[in-house]
């Protein structure tokens, strides 16, 4: 497989995962705007925060509105990581990896953008935004779909997932990151409703907050939360999960080439070390010194990656 | 010849007959048509809008940042041919696409179509597709063009006539195979009660044809790639769609290297060799150190590999000297000097303005004639005579004066139509037809092509960049 397809399969999952947990994102701080009445502004900050696109948006624009936020990161082009912006790479890149790609994949992709752009023509008004963000959500799952239910599980199909997981755990890393001082035993005041939403929005902006009362019990507390979505193997954003999978395509791909490259040892010492390492360490350690060491590791993992299959667009 | 504007009732109709009934190869179909409601007719016409939409068979238009990808308008009412009417152009079509490959080994070797005096050697010499780089040279099994999209108009019943041969890299085959697809999908029935001859396999024999012709310093299986200029390349969709119907890599200029003595892609494993490149990209572009320096959609040294016979380039460089309108205008000639007979198919008879007789004559006829440029393509720089306005045939026959050598001239003629879908039902249109070739060591024809529509009343240009849509193109068994 060229490098050049082998960049753009692992671009093309990138970008659709972003959509999707942007659309993720959106949704939280909506949420958390119907919950309260006053400084809505403050969540739509740290929405932006999660999103990585904070800076970007002082450039573009003199105050913070819960419009301007939501504009921004639903279809703002000047927004790189704006869902439409996403997904029209997302799209643009499968366009060029066609002939990797199953038709059913393919279409579900060209699908999701034309829908998309119909949708995102226009500034959106607030009683279309659920509408939109479960759109969003439909048609990723549908690529999703397509993708598994029709590719085979070759070399094409270990790039993409790996693109997937790299996203998705970087995408995690910065929703718990952003959020981390609401998690930490001395700030919160434990049990008020304050904190209470709060935990529900990070567990929302990953589309935990039903799961999670399956694996722990009903009541939010911080270190359940971290847990959730660090450690637990079962949970699907988990950074854990995460790299159980991306371990496990690199594994195909050393199987497959027969050599491994710089990649393989820095993913597996990630992976053993979320195993191994409980939360309460983790937290007494400084959450945000892990996660920030975290999101560096992951950068520097898929430069690896990079590398080693010689990408190049 | 046609002198009105509107529809033109002195075209050939391929689906009715004077007297509204149905010509024999649509009889089955006409009886399908009768009991169709039009309603749903006009939904799947909408349907296949999407199916097309949503699959990408799209082309790019430069300079349209928002509306940069177009559909080409697609016509739910096949073009349908006999099989007798088939066999007679396919003979046709072999007996041409044979000569064109005699021709050209013959004006890259020996020239004796020149020393025999029926082609004047400037005509060769110094024509711009002429590539001197390809003397003296063969490529892997004498075979220059691998794939010809050979163009066909019809008159009558039996008037067919070869409009050009495109010998450089004919394009619309992904059309071909996308209007059967989605023919098939809406309308299944109709392939239960019409037997119509397949295209789908038109990829396989494609990837075969490619493999076999493999260059002699290929060892073990051949690995063929598609080239294609880019994702922004106007026929990207196509270039892409071809190299997966046929399981190969699609490549792009910057993805090969020439690397000890071979051209090779840049792999996840690192370089790997290419034995076969199907390129989309033209010959002015296929090498910077050989044609023009500044292209960026080439590989450099791909000519010296190709001369030292360590990769194949399909269609050869050098191949659009023998599809040049100048040199159409002596295809008869061409065909009965290779294959010793009579061309089976009919040019269009052709006025070479560089001729001082009928140049005088061109000008004096302008109001019924086309008159094309030499090079041009795409409908483009042309003028149809008959419905330019009186200002318009003015300010060409200037054109002409100035440069009668750039010119050439053919009558009008009465396009055949089919009907398409319109709102108050049906209605004739012009059409003309593109069937494909592949050449290796035989010459296969597959049995339909692409049929393009004018979808403007009394039209007579079918190209899709001026308003022409396209048609499902079935040759019945029998």
């Known amino acids: 497989m060229l490098g050049r397809t082998a960049n753009g399969l692992y671009w093309m999952f990138r970008y659709i995962e972003r959509a999707e947990n942007g659309a993720r994102l959106i949704d939280a701080g909506l949420r958390m705007s119907l919950t309260r009445s006053e400084a809505a502004e403050d969540d739509w900050d740290g929405v932006l925060q999660s999103a990585g696109v904070r800076e970007l948006y002082d450039e573009v624009h003199e105050t913070l509105t819960s419009s301007d936020a939501i504009d921004f990161l639903l279809r703002d082009r000047a927004n790189p990581s704006s869902v439409m912006s996403c997904i029209e790479a997302g799209r643009h890149n499968a366009r060029m990896v066609r002939t990797a790609l199953t038709r059913e994949t393919w279409e579900a992709t060209n699908e999701c953008w034309i829908e998309m752009k119909a949708m995102l023509a226009k500034k959106a008004r607030p009683a279309d935004l659920p509408e939109i963000i479960g759109t969003i959500k439909r048609r990723a799952g549908l690529i999703r779909g397509a993708f598994h239910g029709t590719m085979l599980r070759n070399e094409i199909f270990n790039f993409s997932r790996i693109g997937t997981f790299i996203e998705r755990a970087d995408n995690t890393a910065r929703i718990l990151d952003v959020k981390y001082y609401v998690l930490l035993p001395a700030v919160a005041a434990v049990g008020s409703s304050m904190d209470n939403v709060q935990w529900e929005s990070i567990l929302r902006s990953v589309s935990a907050h039903r799961a999670y009362g399956w694996v722990y019990d009903a009541e939010l507390r911080p270190a359940n939360i971290a847990d959730f979505l660090i450690s637990n193997g079962r949970m699907p954003r988990s950074l854990a999960y995460c790299y159980e999978k991306i371990v496990s395509n690199l594994g195909y791909l050393a199987r497959e080439y027969g050599a491994t490259h710089a990649a393989h040892g820095t993913a597996e010492q990630t992976l053993a070390a979320l195993r191994t390492r409980s939360i309460n360490d983790i937290m007494d350690q400084g959450l945000h010194e892990y996660l920030e060491e975290f999101i560096s590791d992951n950068n520097r993992l898929g430069q690896e990656i990079s590398d080693g299959y010689r990408f190049y667009h | 010849m046609v002198k009105n504007k509107g529809t033109t009732p002195l075209a050939f109709d391929e689906m009715m007959n004077a007297d509204s009934s149905p010509r024999q190869p649509y009889s089955t179909y006409n ?71 005699a021709f050209l080994d013959d004006i890259y070797h020996k020239q004796e179509i020149v020393r025999a005096g029926r082609i004047p050697r400037e005509l060769i010499e110094k024509n711009d597709a002429f590539l001197p780089q390809m003397i003296g040279f063969r490529p892997p099994g004498g075979v220059y063009t691998h794939i010809v999209g050979t163009d066909i108009v019809r008159t009558g019943e039996d008037q067919f006539y070869v409009l050009e041969d495109n010998a450089r890299t004919p394009s619309g085959v992904s059309y071909m195979l996308e209007n059967r697809e989605t023919m098939m999908q809406m309308f299944p029935e109709l392939f239960h009660q019409n037997r119509v001859r397949p295209v789908e396999n038109y990829p396989y024999l494609l990837r075969q044809s490619l493999a076999s012709l493999a260059p002699p310093g290929c060892s073990g299986k051949p690995r063929v790639a598609v080239l294609t200029p880019g994702i922004y390349n106007s026929a990207f969709y196509e270039h892409a769609f071809l190299a997966d119907m ?152 200037e054109k002409l004066k100035a440069r009668p050598g750039n010119y050439i001239a053919q009558p009008t003629l009465s396009l055949s139509t089919v009907p398409i879908l319109v709102n108050k039902g049906i209605a004739p249109r012009h059409v003309d037809l593109r069937p494909y070739v592949l050449v290796s060591d035989k010459v296969q024809i597959i049995p339909g092509g692409l049929t393009r529509v004018a979808l403007k009343a009394g039209s007579l240009v079918v190209n899709s960049s001026q308003g022409g849509g396209t048609k499902d193109t079935w040759v019945l068994e029998d």
């Open chain 2, 246 to 397: 046929m399981g190969v890599e699609l490549v792009e200029g910057s993805d090969l290297r020439v690397i000890d003595g071979k051209v090779k892609m840049r792999t996840t494993r690192g370089y790997e060799a290419i034995d076969v490149l199907y390129r989309r990209v033209d010959d002015d572009f296929l090498d910077p150190l050989t044609f023009r320096p500044d292209s960026a959609l080439g590989v450099p040294g791909i000519m010296d590999v190709y001369r030292a016979g360590n990769i194949t380039i399909a269609n050869a460089p050098g191949t659009g000297i023998s599809d040049d309108k100048a040199i159409y205008s002596y295809m008869p000639e061409i065909v009965e000097f290779y294959t010793g007979r009579k061309p089976l198919l009919e040019n269009v008879p052709t006025w070479r303005c560089s001729e001082p007789q009928s140049l005088k004559y061109v000008l004096e006829h302008i109001e019924e004639l086309v008159i094309k440029e030499v090079h041009g393509s795409g409908g483009y720089g042309m003028l149809v005579g008959p419905t330019a306005t009186r200002k318009e045939r003015a300010i060409f026959a």
């Open chain 2, 31 to 101: 009886e399908w048509y009768a009991s169709q409601d039009r309603n749903r007719l006009i939904a799947k016409s909408k349907e296949a809008e999407n199916i097309f939409r949503k699959t990408g068979i799209t082309f790019a238009v430069y300079g349209h940042a928002d509306s940069s990808e177009k559909l080409i308008p697609f016509d739910l009412i096949p073009r349908i041919i006999s099989g007798r009417e088939w066999r007679r152009l396919a003979q046709g079509i072999e007996q041409r696409v044979i000569a064109l490959n």
